[in-house]
């Protein structure tokens, strides 16, 4: 069971536990709790294997293919793994008594400590700890420390720890079998090739005894593994203690070297950090993560329990999981497992990169350059399908193409694997880069973004949406037929009201950069798109561009789609109250599903939600009221953004219920949850529905917007921001809004309609 209220004085709300070892259950655990810095993550299985266990080591932007199925994050060699022997018993907590188990993950320190007593079937009592962390200051290094307490007698320990090549995905071998060698009599090394794109991982580790009597030391191979065993001794009362440090670099980061240079890099890297210990690389790091959270730490003062440890749970794994370099981008589970494949979606422009908007605007220009990186291929997509300018791929791994597998599940009703349209008809996510490109240029007026690839993707977006579009002659505008938007229970609808409005929003976006450009940006688009008269082909779409407007009956309530308001509805409660999603397709077919008002999460909410300017607060509030009934929440993007939604409508009590969903979408009790990795974009839905919906900073047009709905629950929000490169901590309360500026520049802030000039300082009471 989860727990939330394990840290104490300075570590109150700073750290997330669990009281029992459940063998079925590990699968949440080593999710939530997992090990990340960016450019690797490890899972956080135990040390000691059990049956349910998934270990994995997933290096961020390391793809491959095997036997020509679908790219993915391949688990590299595992490290962790440690056969513990005490006395002659194999410790497990499956066997003899355990007694004191706790796991707790540190999120202001990022090291994994775990501690119990164990009672062995022959009756020996030991007590037995376990660290472990993954450097946040130096990204290729990692270490992990077990501690043991003899209770009754002294004790004879051996631990048998190495590098296991033997991961697969889900059984799918990534690798080939690598070199694996001993060095200086002390050090294991093994590296791995992928079988498909020709990477190459290199592992070195090595290890000391630091408590207790050091005894024998031999080394052994076996077929993807090269394993030492290590035998010393600890006095009744004392404390053995076995080390374990390793470093983990790929072939791109030693593609200046030649071979043999790269393997001395990585050993002098390991003997500096054997030398400086486990305690050494901890208290380096951990200086690292006190910098992060000083500088954004979102600190919110309530009495609800939970609340503030979410929100550091979830600025904890958006962390986690942002890459060194634009090489990569974030995927739906970020480093934390297998699902999805380890591909990048939509949630990384829409959810995750409006954090890094507001605290490190370098790396969300970074995320940006992943996408502009693979401009080029986006053009050859949206050509192949007779379209013009870009097209993105729905899922998206290193070269840029679409990864998106053709089937999926099994279909109800026809036992044959469903056809998943989402690759083939969900183009909302080109609008989607597009938009969060003219954000990052909104919030940061960063002028060389634009002209180095950022308005030749919001054009190029643009061109897409008119080509995608068809011209109705006898209705005299232009429509999108046949596509899928964000709920993808509804498939193959027309005139879809997200991708509509988001298309013409990004259209609107690129006339601008064509209209009030030095006439230098036409001339690029038009050689770069080999297309003529962009500009007027742009206004001509974006003026006849059918936007659905809010209907008469019900009143204000903005059709998802043509069809959408003619279908049946179906009472769902039971859906919307299961831990385990998408239960509805166990009753019903997809096509059963797409002819009822049912949905995975709200297209016209998330509209809403990116574009409120559009709407009156009356509007947003009736189509939240008619859509939130239909929702099922399959999707766990949905909750979060009902909540925002709720916020910007003054709507405090239905906003915070929203919110609590949210954020038990991983840290809820639910055992099944994150098996197959934490919901990333759920981590940035958390951020968004504190600070963008409690807090309400957002960006009007140009211009730093706040308007509060702070819930009864909640007393007052801290955060920093930084706007135009003015970094400032913001203070929200129920009547009032403190903000602190570090530099002397101005820049207006309208709060609760009225603009203000911000220099300094700007204490407002609303």
């Known amino acids: 069971m989860l727990t939330y209220t394990t840290g104490e ?22 999710s939530i709790f997992c ?7 490890i899972r956080s299985a135990h040390e000691e294997p059990y049956p349910f266990q998934t270990r994995g080591l997933f290096v961020s932007g390391c793809f491959n293919s095997s036997n020509n199925e679908t790219v993915e994050l391949p688990n590299g060699a595992d490290t962790c793994e440690m056969l513990i022997t005490l006395d002659g018993e194999l410790f497990s907590m499956t066997t003899g008594k355990v007694t004191g188990y706790s796991r707790k993950l540190n999120l202001y320190t990022g090291e994994l400590i775990r501690k119990l007593r164990w009672v062995s079937p022959k009756g020996r009592g030991y007590e037995l700890r376990f660290c472990r962390t993954v450097s946040r200051s130096n990204v290729h290094a990692y270490g992990l420390k077990a501690e043991i307490c003899p209770l009754d007698k002294a004790a004879d320990i051996e631990i048998v720890s190495g590098i296991n090549a033997r991961m697969t995905n889900s059984g799918v071998q990534h690798f080939n079998d690598g070199t694996k ?18 990477l190459t991982l290199y592992h070195c580790c090595g290890s000391k005894i630091t408590g207790g009597t050091p005894g024998e030391r031999s080394f052994g191979m076996q077929r993807r593994k090269i394993l030492e065993t290590v035998r010393f001794q600890a006095e009744k009362g004392g404390k053995g203690c076995y080390e374990k440090l390793a470093v983990l670099y790929t072939s791109r980061d030693l593609a200046e070297q030649d071979e043999e240079q790269g393997k001395s890099l990585v050993l002098e890297h390991l003997e500096n950090l054997v030398e400086k210990g486990y305690d050494g690389l901890y208290e380096e790091s951990a200086k690292a993560y006190a910098a992060y959270w000083k500088e954004h730490d979102v600190r919110v003062k309530t009495e609800y329990p939970g609340i503030q440890l979410a929100l550091r749970f979830a600025q904890y794994h958006l962390l986690a999981m942002i890459p060194p370099d634009s090489r990569s981008s974030i995927a739906a589970k970020g480093l934390t497992g297998e699902g999805y494949k380890g591909h990048v979606f939509w949630d990384t422009e829409v959810f995750i990169l409006p954090y890094y908007l507001f605290n490190s605007p370098a790396k969300a220009k970074q995320l940006l350059e992943y996408r502009m990186n693979r401009m080029e291929r986006a053009r050859r997509n949206a050509g192949k399908k007779g379209y013009c300018g870009l097209m993105f791929p729905w899922e998206s791994a290193e070269s840029g193409r679409e990864e998106t597998p053709l089937f999926a599940s099994m279909d109800i009703l026809t036992g044959k694997a469903a056809q998943v349209w989402a690759g083939i008809k969900e183009h909302h996510i080109t609008a989607d880069i597009a938009y969060a490109a003219w954000m990052y240029e909104l919030a940061t007026g960063d002028s060389t973004f634009l002209e180095n690839g950022g308005e030749l993707l919001i054009i190029g977006s643009a061109l897409f949406w008119r080509s995608r579009s068809i011209y109705a002659k006898d209705r005299s505008r232009y429509e999108i037929h046949d596509i899928i ?10 005139n879809n009201a997200y991708s509509n409005y988001m298309a013409h929003y990004v259209t609107r976006q690129a006339i601008h950069l064509l209209r009030d450009g030095d006439g230098k940006t036409a001339v690029r688009a038009e050689e770069y798109f080999q297309e003529t008269g962009i500009l007027e082909k742009l206004e001509d779409f974006a003026d006849k561009l ?47 599903v797409n002819n009822m008002q049912v949905l995975k999460q709200s297209d016209v909410i998330m509209l809403m939600e990116l574009l409120p300017d559009l709407f009156s607060r009356k509007i947003k509030m009736a189509n939240w009221e008619y859509y939130e009934p239909k929702t099922i929440h399959d999707s766990s993007l949905s909750r979060a953004i009902y909540s925002v939604v709720a916020s910007d409508c003054g709507e405090p009590k239905k906003a915070f219920a929203s919110f609590l969903h949210a954020i038990a979408i991983d840290m809820g009790q639910n055992p099944y949850s994150s098996d197959e990795g934490i919901h990333a974009a759920s981590m940035g839905g958390i951020w968004l529905a504190v600070v963008r919906g409690f807090a309400g900073l957002r960006i009007q047009k140009d211009t730093l917007y706040l308007a509060p709905c702070l819930p009864k629950e909640i007393e007052e929000i801290k955060f920093h921001a930084v706007y135009r490169g003015k970094k400032m901590e913001i203070c929200v309360s129920h009547r009032n809004i403190y903000i602190e500026s570090r530099d002397s520049s101005e820049i207006p802030v309208k709060i609760m309609g009225q603009v203000y000039k911000l220099t300094h300082n700007l204490d407002i009471k609303y």
């Open 9 to 30: 004085g300075n570590y109150k709300d700073w750290i997330l536990g669990e009281d029992e070892f459940c063998l079925r259950h590990q699968g949440k655990g080593e």
């Open 35 to 41: 090990l990340a810095n960016g450019y690797m993550g």
């Open 181 to 198: 060698k001993v060095l200086d009599r002390q050090y294991l090394y093994l590296d791995q090739t992928t079988t498909q794109s020709n």
């Open 485 to 494: 938007g964000p709920d993808e229970y509804t498939e193959h609808v027309d």
């Open 546 to 592: 059918y936007l659905p407007q809010p209907l008469d009956n019900p009143e204000g309530v903005l059709p998802q789609d043509d069809t959408f308001m003619s279908k049946k509805i179906l009472d769902i409660s039971g859906y919307r109250n299961d831990n385990i999603k998408q239960t509805i397709l166990k009753d019903y077919s997809r096509e059963q």
